[in-house]
């Protein structure tokens, strides 16, 4: 009767990186064919040192059991080092078993991305990733040209918890003169990335 309760993240089994403004199923299984408990599930962003939770007192029945959950889009949810919990609650609010995952929950989002650029004109980029890797990679999509176009290759550093900002200098030339998608791109997971729109100009 050690271990009552075993959490299978069945997504998490087989990729353990989850991206910000998605959706999850945290899934676990309950054994004890008892009355339903009831658990608290629990998000950490730093190893486990602090604590957010994401559901409390919910329903734990015999068989499987499912809870939704939004990762919200912020810079400060991207991390390495992010850690999900499922504690079992029992009477008068005593924690029993608790099972863990270590997840990581990737992305790449902006911080300073111009409304516009100028061909000719040097402009800055910066932005926070997360499991995007030693390099990212910029590309464009326009009505002009409707596959993606690679231009530059940055090197990019990772942070926990949205804490390094990387910053280049991007010098635009010989873009179509119109709106136009920028695309960044982590060249080691591609499903990390970020799309804006911009416009561009001549000088």
Not at 70 to 88: G, K, W, Y
Not at 106 to 125: E, H, M, Q, S
Not at 158 to 180: I, K, R
Request: proline share 5%; with cysteine.
């Amino acid at each position: 009767m050690a271990i009552r309760m075993l959490i299978i993240l069945l997504l998490l089994a087989l990729c353990s990186t989850l991206h910000a403004a998605n959706s999850y199923d945290v899934k676990w299984v309950y054994h004890v064919s008892q009355k339903p408990e009831r658990v608290r599930i629990d998000l950490s962003l730093d190893s486990g040192d602090t604590w957010k939770n994401l559901g409390l007192g919910l329903p734990s029945h015999v068989g499987t059991n499912t809870f939704s959950y939004s990762l919200p889009d912020i810079t400060e949810n991207l991390s390495d080092h992010a850690v999900i919990r499922v504690m079992e609650m029992r009477w008068f609010g005593r924690l029993n078993t608790i099972v863990t995952k270590q997840i990581h929950i990737a992305g790449i989002k902006f911080i300073d991305a111009p409304d516009f650029v100028t061909n000719g004109v040097p402009v800055t980029l910066s932005w926070v990733a997360a499991g995007a890797g030693e390099f990212v990679q910029l590309s464009y999509l326009s009505i002009t040209d409707p596959e993606w176009q690679p231009m530059a290759v940055f090197a990019n550093t990772d942070s926990d918890q949205g804490a390094v900002t990387n910053s280049v200098v991007w010098n635009v030339e010989g873009l179509p003169v119109v709106p136009t998608m920028l695309l960044l791109k982590s060249m080691e997971r591609p499903t990390c990335h970020r799309t804006i729109v911009t416009e561009i100009v001549d000088e």
